[in-house]
């Protein structure tokens, strides 16, 4: 459901519920109640608990999503320590093989 609101020109705001918002970001509710929750995206919260988006802000966070730049929506996560750089290495089945060979070579 959405909420009118008075914006700061004395307008009214017609303000979007969790579930519209999700909808047009295309993203599932609890991602937009994690990201309201963490700062990613502003939100009003009512006398019930209740959030409330504006449209603006559903449109600026919708063009980060879209069009984020180069790893900008990462540099923020890490920025607010929510996410942590780690550089990761998996084997493959290949490499397992070729390393069985050279530690084979090594022990001769």
Same mark, same amino acid.
């Given at each position: 459901? /959405?909420?009118?609101? +008075?914006?700061? /020109?004395?307008? #009214?705001?017609?303000?979007?519920? +969790?579930?519209? #918002? #999700? !909808? ?6 609890? +991602?937009? !109640?994690?990201? #309201? =929750? ?8 009512? &006398?019930?608990?209740? !959030?409330? %988006? ?9 063009? =980060? ?22 550089? +990761? %290495?998996?084997?493959? &089945? ?13 022990? /001769?």
């Amino acid at each position: 459901m /959405s909420a009118p609101a +008075t914006g700061d /020109s004395g307008v #009214a705001v017609k303000l979007l519920g +969790t579930c519209e #918002a #999700a !909808r047009i970001l295309g993203v599932h509710r609890n +991602t937009i !109640r994690h990201w #309201a =929750q963490n700062g990613i995206l502003r939100a009003r919260v009512l &006398p019930t608990g209740a !959030r409330r %988006f504006d449209p603006d802000e559903v449109e600026r966070v919708g063009a =980060q999503i879209h069009d984020p730049g180069p790893l900008d929506v990462l540099a923020d996560l890490e920025a607010r320590g929510l996410v942590k750089r780690e550089l +990761t %290495f998996h084997l493959t &089945p290949e490499g397992r093989v070729i390393l069985a060979g050279l530690e084979g070579e090594a022990g /001769s």
